[in-house]
């Protein structure tokens, strides 16, 4: 019942732009912190993007700052992550994530940034 289900993911070219979205079941997203973590090739899972469930306040990772845009649809229950300007560099699995004490994990989607 409870669960969150990453898509959107894909191969793009350096420079193009694509739009994960999060899609959350038996909880209400509002009432959590959103997050969208990534995990590339030998390295370790980082937290890209947060949005907090209260104030609507939103962080970044210093790379991915004025490039990509975590966002909510609170009618759709859904979390979004607007990815602009990619880079090689971004290739990755990336992963949802809520939280309100302990977490709840999407299965990833593959994001491929090549020439």
């Known amino acids: 019942q409870v669960q969150v289900v990453e898509s959107g993911g894909g191969l793009v070219q350096p420079g193009g732009s694509l739009r994960l979205s999060c899609a959350a079941s038996?909880?209400?997203?509002?009432?959590?912190?959103m997050n969208w973590y990534r995990q590339g090739p030998g390295k370790e899972r980082e937290l890209v993007a947060a949005l907090d469930g209260f104030g609507d306040r939103t962080s970044y990772v210093d790379s991915v700052k004025g490039r990509f845009t975590i966002s909510r649809d609170t009618a759709r229950n859904t979390v979004y992550l607007q990815m602009n300007s990619l880079k090689p560099e971004d290739t990755a699995v990336y992963y949802c994530n809520a939280r309100r004490g302990g977490g709840i994990w999407g299965q990833g989607t593959q994001v491929t940034v090549s020439s």
């Open positions: 038996g909880f209400t997203i509002v009432l959590y912190t």
